[in-house]
Structures are given as C-alpha cells and as structure tokens.
C-alpha cells in the first residue's frame, strides 16, 4: 500500500519551502499539481524530475478513484497546489477523504498557509478564530454576511483582487464602517502590505489604492 503526500508550496517567496518537502517531492512516484505550468517553475528551480499529473477541481471528482487504485498497488503520491497548503480553499478534501475511506496513510507536511501569517500580524483576538474561505459569488452571500455579522470571534476570508472593494463595502454595510479590518496581500512577496484600520478607512485606502495580488482580510468579531 502506498501513501499519500499533502505538501505545501511557497506562497510567495520559495525559500519558504522545507526541506522535508523537497525531498517528499524528490522521492514520490507522482506528483499531482493543481496547474503543472505554475508547479514546474518551482520543480525546476529545486531541480525535482519527478513526473506530475493535472489534479483540480474541474477533473478530481474524475480522477481520485484512479489515483487511489494507483496508491493501493503500492505507489506513493503527493499532492501540491499552485501555493499552500493543500485542501485550504483548493483541491484536496476529496482525494484525502478517498484515501482515509480505502486506508490509505495520509501524511499532510506543514507549512505555508497564507492566512496564518495574516492572521498573527492582523493585530486583532487570534486565539479564536474562524476561516470562511471565499465567499459564495451570488447565491448565499448575503444570508452569510448576515450571520457572520453576529459571530464574536476573529474572521479571516481569502479575495481577489478584483472583488475587493464590492467585498469591503458589503463589509461596512452588513458589519458595520467601525469593524476592525486587517487586510494583507502578496504576502512574502517584495511588495507585501497589510492595511489595518476601521472597515471605513480600509475601503477608502483601497478606493484610492486599487489592489493588486493575492489577498486575506481579517475581521474583528463583534463585541
């Protein structure tokens, strides 16, 4: 029986990768990676040769039971996305449950994970927290915004950059223009910035700003 690797990949800066997962990434049989165009730039840079596979959302309801049969006869995989941890807001959750079910050994290494760090250096209560994620596009988001308005613990979402502003507002109008926001982005990154202030003040940075890159918000609980 083989096993399954989740490795996390660099968010921004590649020296950010462990040694440990460079030398899982060596000496797996397969590696399955959410876009294999982004994944070999970090291959080639750590010169790893091992052969990759396209795994993301759009195929992997398709192609886990395959990947299992192949780890049932003995071989042993890893999977990475474009960047982070994978399964948080990426593949993964499914071909991980599919694994537990058949009892595949799943080995998740750590790593980086963007909304950790932008959570710690938010300046906001960290010791309870709850990760959401993306947002629903369309359907359900304001009935989500709505109940997460009432929650009293830190909440951190993940946005691009094009949303930003339609999500900020929505943020003064359903949680109010005084709620403490901490928004990061391209973190690790040479441009990296966190904004911190009230929802009002961040919407207006960003108003004036327009935002680029990957980004965390981070939302004070109600008090």
């Excluded at 590649?14 to 959410?34: C, F, G, N, S």
Aim: charge should be neutral; glycine fraction near 8%.
């Amino acid at each position: 029986m083989g096993k399954l690797y989740l490795v996390p990949t660099p968010i921004g800066n590649l020296k950010d990768i462990t040694l440990r997962a460079i030398e899982v990434l060596q000496e797996v049989d397969l590696i399955l990676a959410e876009d294999t165009r982004t994944s070999a730039k970090l291959l080639k840079h750590f010169e790893i040769t091992t052969h990759m596979h396209s795994h993301h959302m759009h195929n992997e309801h398709k192609t886990t039971k395959g990947i299992v049969d192949r780890m049932q006869a003995g071989e042993n995989i890893a999977l990475i996305s474009d960047a982070g941890t994978p399964a948080i807001s990426d593949p993964g959750f499914l071909l991980t449950r599919a694994c537990v079910e058949a009892g595949i050994e799943v080995d998740c290494l750590p790593g980086a994970t963007a909304f950790v760090p932008a959570l710690v250096n938010s300046g906001l209560p960290n010791d309870k927290f709850v990760f959401e994620g993306f947002l629903p596009v369309k359907k359900g988001r304001q009935t989500r915004l709505k109940v997460l308005a009432e929650e009293t613990r830190t909440i951190i979402f993940y946005e691009s950059p094009h949303k930003l502003l339609k999500t900020l507002a929505q943020l003064v109008e359903y949680f109010g223009e005084d709620r403490s926001i901490s928004v990061s982005r391209e973190l690790s990154k040479l441009h990296e910035e966190t904004i911190r202030g009230t929802a009002a003040e961040v919407l207006k940075h960003f108003e004036e700003k327009p935002p680029k890159g990957e980004i965390v918000i981070v939302v004070g609980g109600k008090k």
